[in-house]
């Protein structure tokens, strides 16, 4: 009896520790779109994890400087995955540029021959360019990043195929137009159009039934998958009921990648050069199959976030909140279609404004008019030729501003070691391409301390949804601190942020966010400190601090 009641009195306690330790858990951190760290990167141009599939479709003409293939695969960026790359420089995303098959043939633009190696001329929605790997490599990248943490966005193109060249006929006429070339001087001239000479415009205005074009068609039938496509399309259309017009076979082609690979949204291409109605249609097709992924595939589930899409409509910028104007017309993207569109506006608010002003801005669109919604903020990128530092001649200021900045962020690959963005001998936007420099990250030592200084406010931003989707707040102007609050269900952040301070010993006013007693780390020291009297004391050898509460 004596050896019961000892029994359930440890129990008892037992039970009442464990109570004890779940009320004192802290909620996991969720992961929020809104506040996402995306790493943006040219597939080409990463990393090469597999030298045998450097040239297909004999792609060997000579082009002009940096318009070819240069060896960058899906399995290298794999590689870099599994290397804690990613998770060191604090990335929750990765979107690169697409994957699908591109044109076998070289185009001269009046730049040189150039060869598909940026994603961006489709041949075949349906099948993988073997310059950037296979289907096995996708499903391996897509899971491992899973394992990480990262979520993957792939690039969708809906406007247009790839150019017309000696190897790649024209689609039929009741699938793209070739003529008239895009003015953009109204919203009918920039849709209704090709966006440049060369560029099949696809019909996404058409709700004509057509059939394949007769180059798949043949490409299918030689490859053995004619009959499984052509079922899949009956199965497609007889289910959504739309009609068999081209934007909707795209639509089944594209979204094949989120039930096939579970990849959690696509970048969208062109978006203000195709009607508004076709990316909400775009969005339904796109959550259903999200839905259906995730009911096949319980396991692979990583959280309750809806399928993620951000839109390119270029020039859209965050000061016209949710109605770009096309100068005859006014178009909301958001509603109903878009979690974010890209912000070409940033590098502008770096360089002319206070970036206090930029914070303070950001915070009061992004919680009122775009509340629910986001912006993609750059300050470089791959076809935008004025970036906020060509030179890279302030690659601390630029990961200070756009990493701190509310909204998402998206750091171009390279931004984080100063990737050269001047490049002699190129034209147009090569000259932004140029291959990753993996050489100074391993042998240049001021490359290593411009990447620390990154991945220390990337792991700060990925550790607290408060730097991106949370409110801003200023505490004091000299020296410049501010906080950033951020609430999500039982989930609340809470952090101090200070820049240009004194080196060495500094004491920081708190008291309006911290309780005397609250033990804080500064993550970009490793300081830890408590808060006594309203301050905290550290003494480092940085002018910045990042706090949080231990």
């Not at 057509?210 to 399309?233: C, F, M, N, S, T």
């Not at 692979?300 to 017309?329: H, P, Q, R």
């Not at 935008?384 to 200021?397: I, S, T, V, W």
């Not at 200084?453 to 000299?478: C, D, Y």
Request: hydrophobic share 35%; with cysteine.
């Amino acid at each position: 009896m004596k050896n019961i009641f000892i029994l359930l009195v440890c129990l008892c306690l037992f039970n009442c520790e464990e109570k004890k330790a779940a009320i004192n858990e802290k909620p996991k951190t969720p992961f929020v779109w809104e506040a996402a760290n995306v790493y943006f990167l040219l597939t080409d141009r990463f990393n090469n994890g597999d030298i045998t599939n450097d040239i297909n479709f004999d792609r060997t003409l000579e082009t002009g400087k940096l318009r070819g293939f240069k060896g960058g695969d899906i399995k290298g960026i794999t590689q870099k995955i599994e290397e804690g790359y990613f998770t060191d420089l604090g990335i929750n995303a990765i979107w690169m540029t697409p994957v699908v098959e591109q044109i076998h043939g070289g185009t001269d633009e009046g730049t040189g021959v150039s060869y598909g190696f940026h994603g961006y001329w489709t041949s075949d929605w349906t099948a993988l360019d073997p310059n950037f790997g296979t289907k096995q490599d996708l499903h391996q990248l897509v899971d491992t990043a899973h394992k990480y943490g990262i979520r993957i966005l792939l690039d969708a193109v809906i406007n247009h195929t790839g150019p017309v060249t000696n190897k790649d006929s024209v689609w039929p006429e009741n699938w793209v137009r070739t003529e008239p070339q895009c003015d953009y001087q109204s919203y009918d001239n920039t849709i209704t159009c090709t966006l440049v000479k060369n560029l099949p415009d696809i019909k996404t205005e058409s709700n004509e039934a057509v059939e394949l074009p007769p180059q798949i068609v043949k490409k299918w039938k030689a490859e053995g998958r004619y009959e499984q496509e052509i079922a899949e399309l009956d199965a497609f259309f007889k289910r959504s009921k739309h009609p068999r017009a081209p934007r909707f076979y795209i639509m089944k082609w594209l979204t094949d990648y989120i039930t096939e690979f579970g990849i959690d949204g696509y970048r969208v291409d062109t978006v203000k050069h195709v009607e508004e109605q076709v990316w909400q249609e775009f969005r339904k097709e796109c959550d259903y199959a999200f839905a259906e992924f995730k009911k096949a595939n319980p396991e692979k589930v990583l959280d309750d976030n809806n399928f993620y899409l951000v839109g390119e409509v270029y020039n859209y910028g965050i000061s016209a909140t949710k109605a770009f104007d096309f100068g005859d017309k006014k178009v909301n993207y958001f509603d109903k279609a878009f979690n974010g569109l890209i912000n070409f506006e940033m590098k502008w608010n770096a360089a002319q404004m206070s970036t206090e002003e930029t914070f303070k801005k950001y915070s009061e669109i992004l919680n009122s008019e775009l509340k629910g919604y986001s912006v993609l903020n750059y300050l470089s990128s791959h076809d935008d030729g004025q970036p906020f530092d060509a030179n890279r001649e302030k690659p601390y200021e630029t990961a200070t501003k756009l990493i701190l900045c509310l909204g998402a962020s998206q750091v171009y690959y390279g931004d984080e070691s100063a990737r050269s963005l001047v490049v002699k001998g190129t034209e147009g936007d090569a000259t932004l391409r140029s291959f990753m420099n993996w050489d100074a990250i391993k042998d240049n030592s001021e490359t290593n301390k411009i990447l620390e200084h990154w991945q220390k406010l990337g792991q700060f931003r990925a550790n607290h949804p408060a730097i991106g989707a949370g409110v801003h707040q200023m505490i004091t102007e000299s020296p410049y601190l501010f906080y950033r609050s951020f609430s999500k269900g039982d989930f609340n952040d809470l952090v101090v942020v200070g820049l240009d301070l004194s080196i060495g010993e500094k004491v920081i006013d708190v008291s309006k966010v911290f309780k005397n007693g609250d033990i804080l780390r500064d993550t970009y020291s490793g300081l830890s400190n408590k808060v006594i009297d309203g301050n905290i004391t550290l003494n480092s050898e940085f002018n910045i601090v990042l706090l949080e509460k231990v």
